[in-house]
């Protein structure tokens, strides 16, 4: 069983650049959810995808854009990239919505702003 | 969202259990009580979940109080891998779940 994966590593942009960063949901799991992780804080939520639909929301901005494939990977995409963007991406997986389900998580991508 | 408070820092020593308390005492009746630590320069993992009922498997036990408004996380025999950042979560149970809600979290550490 393949965990959740994710790509690139790492990224170096610069401010007003736009960025696509992808995540591989675990085999069998249709909710792909995306988190934000600033140096020295809890992870906060950006956006879940379920089945091809986003499905809720954190406080962020427009300019953070998602998608979800039909075999359930996930697209990130952030435009207009800004200083404070710099941070870990996570996504995480899970078989789906109901609150009992616990998350996988990949890697994640680490982005610095310049 | 209910809310969750944990203390900042705890430490143990290895081989010995480790009691991670959290405080919710707004929780609803339907909210499920979520365990994720996070070990340095990795994505959080999930480690335990109840709604109820006191639960075990085989990472950790979860102790909930009957009038549910704390619960402690229990690692039975720390070991240097459990070094990490604990996080406690409510989960509201009506249902489309939406994502986590990461609070500050415990910082876990283990002394040879």
């Known amino acids: 069983e393949t965990g959740v994966t994710q790509s690139p590593t790492h990224l170096i942009k610069t401010r007003g650049q736009q960025v696509t960063l992808r995540c591989s949901s675990q085999s069998g799991h249709n909710t792909v959810s995306w988190y934000q992780q600033a140096l020295g804080q809890g992870p906060q939520f950006i956006f879940q995808y379920y089945r091809e639909e986003e499905n809720g929301r954190g406080n962020f901005p427009p300019r953070f854009s998602g998608l979800q494939f039909p075999n359930y990977s996930s697209e990130l995409n952030v435009n207009a990239l800004e200083l404070d963007d710099s941070a870990l991406y996570l996504c995480a997986s899970s078989l789906g919505l109901r609150e009992y389900y616990e998350q996988y998580f990949g890697p994640g991508t680490r982005l610095t702003v310049t | ?112």
């Open chain 2, 1 to 112: 969202d209910a809310k969750t408070t944990q203390p900042n820092s705890m430490e143990s020593n290895e081989e010995e259990p480790v009691h991670l308390p959290c405080n919710h005492s707004t929780i609803s009746g339907t909210d499920y009580i979520h365990w994720y630590r996070q070990l340095p320069s990795q994505g959080p993992e999930y480690v335990i979940h109840g709604l109820t009922s006191n639960v075990n498997n085989r990472m950790a036990s979860l102790a909930i109080a009957e009038d549910r408004k704390s619960s402690t996380l229990i690692l039975h025999r720390a070991t240097l891998r459990d070094a990490a950042v604990y996080y406690c979560i409510l989960l509201y149970s009506g249902g489309g779940a939406d994502g986590l809600t990461f609070g500050k979290g415990t910082h876990l550490i283990i002394q040879p």
